[in-house]
């Protein structure tokens, strides 16, 4: 899972190896990964640029009232506006030494944002993720994201970006929540196998265990592929579901982005020290 030839030090390099090149973990395990998420307004970027984080995960949208001069802005929706760009944003992440992964909810944010990025690739030598849900999945209704012409202009600025390509999902106390279905991974597969770059997939904590085998299969298809864990702020799961998860896959291939107290807790279950 090594990026590119010569690319020790390009955006595709695989985030563990280069953390644990940089002495900021102690073995290739994604576990060891910290993540703040959504830092997107300024105190909370600035929050997440104190931490002790590795990788900095936030939401880039277009403003939908005009403001900014139509500039990208950091906000998820329902937000629709933000105390802070994405040029703004960069400025002061590339002051930094931790990863970011930027979330894009519509295709519109995209070009413009990757403009902005050019501007500052010579100081951001370090992995970047570019995330979008581009296939509708498990209880999924918000929109998903074109693929085709997302994954065309992220890679005309950045052939060796590192792409998260998700599903939309949903999850609801009330009923039996679906998983991944094979038609959900075979179309996913689809889109990816033509690729060179990395790609993970982020996936719901609360949806993996009954899609173990679905994900499994996915993860086999090439070594290119991560998952990246991520949970919903009321989602129900357990510290057993995330121990199930690290027993079936490979550590090396498993990233965890997930929420306290669930995060704590599984980092003690499994016995990584989390300096607060």
Known sequence: MSGFPGGARSWSENILEYFLRNNQITT???????WY???????????????????IEADVILPSDGSEHGQPVMAHPPEINSDNTLQEWLAEVIKSNKGIKLDFKSLAAVEPSMMLLENVKKHLKRPVWINADVLPGPNGNSRAVDAKPFIDTVTSFFPDVTFSLGWTTGWHPEKVNEGYSWTMVKEMEYICNELNQPVTFPVRAALVRQS???????????????LTIWTGKNDSYSIEDLLFIRDH????????????????????????????
């Open 28 to 34: 290739e395990d994604g576990a060891q990964i910290i």
């Open 249 to 276: 896959f490979d550590k090396k291939r498993v990233f965890y982005d997930i929420l306290e107290p669930q995060n704590h807790e599984f980092k003690q279950a499994i016995g990584i020290k989390i300096n607060l």
């Open 37 to 55: 998420h959504a830092a997107n307004h300024k105190v909370q970027m600035n929050e997440a640029l104190r931490s002790t984080a590795h990788m």
């Open 212 to 226: 173990c085998s679905q994900l499994l299969w996915l993860l086999k298809q090439s070594n290119r592929y991560s």
